[in-house]
């Protein structure tokens, strides 16, 4: 039986691959990528499908050696953000040593490319992947208050696998997300999320959109770490005050809708576990109380996986002009 489920599962991850060699191929002699969109970014569509499909087809020692050849490239050749990244955890942990940066930045720069391929044979590698779910239960009886949820994470763990779990268990998810400025890489991230079941809601479109989400008593995701400028609320991060994103706690404050932290952090090759935390606010929570509360959590997480966070953007670009 477990044969016969495991042979079907690969039929049908080459029948879906064949399928999409035939819609890229047909779209491209049709045009229906867009009429007006610019050559480079129809170019950037083609490659990144191209790069997609031969992923999926691809047995996993061929990806390791893809992602040992990324590494290589990205870590030694073309190092952009790799001080970012050495200086960023100087910042978090003041007291680790000069090896133990160097350590962890290798062993981040290794994670996030394995990410990026894995997210590249997504939906058809999802059937094999392991994954353990702690909190199920919250999500399911929240749910059923029928008021809504707003689902706040931050840039940690396989955010994609856990977008990949939601959308595969049939749960009404809708991620704000940022319109990327090549929009041949917008659309075919789009594309690809929406294989899954995951809807997608741009981070500038209309507050109403977002409000109605949760009135129909939909989850409404949220990635909320990363710098909000003078616009966010300071809170405590690795003891510094940094600047985060409020939407979270408005639309708490605002709509009554509950909030729920998860993450989804990678055990081993091809393991991850997802779980799931309440927010817990009373009649005196605060916007700068609320988002306190959830980047708390996420902090214990990098501090137990630290090569597992998304160090690579500018945390504390922003200084508190009011301290």
Known sequence: MRKF???CIELEQKSEHIKNKFDLFTALRQNKLHPNMKVSYKATYVLLKFISNCLRASPLWIRKIFSSILYVILYYLIPIRKNQVYNN???AFPDKSEGWYKCTTKHGYKFFIENFIQFFTLPSSFPKTDVKVKGEKLLIDTLKGRKGIVFVSGHFGAW??????LGYNKYPVSAVATKQRNLGADKFFLELRSHFGMNHIYRKASLDNMYSILEKGEILALVSDQDAKQSGVFINFFDMKTSTPKGAAQFHLKNGAPIIFTVCYKNNQNSYT???HPIISGPKASIESITQA??????????RYPEQYFWFHRRW???????
């Open 160 to 165: 994609e696998i856990l977008a990949a779990w």
């Open 317 to 323: 670009k922003t200084q508190n002009k009011k301290s």
């Open 89 to 91: 955890l100087k910042a």
């Open 294 to 303: 959830y980047t708390t959590i996420l902090e214990k997480y990098i501090r």
């Open 274 to 276: 997802i779980e799931f």
């Open 5 to 7: 489920k495991h042979n």
